[in-house]
């Protein structure tokens, strides 16, 4: 089974907590990285600024981005992540409630392997979550 760690990249409590929760519902046995914006998701991954201390080798099993995001946007995050040869192959799962026909279509340009509109309802969020889990974490095959 994967061990390797889910990078979370929420800024909106609210989500954050539902998500987790999600996680917990599904039986997730990986540990959850939180991080709240753009700059953090790309301090953790290249293991600079407060995440220096990190082993930059171990990459998360799948990075679950938003694009809502302060400081450095999702989009933003995940164009500077596909430039760098270490990070080029991270699954990144596009966590949104952005409806915007332009994000989607954009978010596929940049490298994202997936798309997923939150769904509202908490069931419904915990089976999207179940599915995001079972694929990425279980079945899915990585490259590093």
Do not use: C
Not at 16 to 27: I, P, V
Not at 36 to 59: K, N, P, T, W
Not at 72 to 97: A, F
């Amino acid at each position: 089974m994967n061990t390797k760690p889910i990078l979370l990249v929420e800024d909106n409590p609210d989500d954050e907590a539902l998500a987790l929760r999600a996680f917990k519902k599904s039986n997730m046995r990986n540990e959850i990285i939180v991080v709240r914006d753009g700059a953090e998701a790309l301090d953790y991954l290249f293991a600079q600024g407060a995440h220096a201390d990190r082993d930059a080798s171990v990459l998360p099993s799948v990075m679950l981005l938003d694009l809502n995001l302060p400081k450095i946007d999702g989009l933003e995050v995940l164009r500077r992540l596909r430039e760098k040869p270490h990070t080029s192959k991270l699954p990144v799962v596009i966590l949104t409630s952005s409806k915007h026909e332009e994000d989607l279509v954009r978010s596929y340009d940049l490298g994202a392997n997936s798309y997923v509109r939150k769904p509202v309802d908490f069931n419904e969020f915990v089976e999207a979550v179940g599915h995001l889990g079972m694929y990425w974490l279980l079945l899915n095959e990585l490259p590093y």
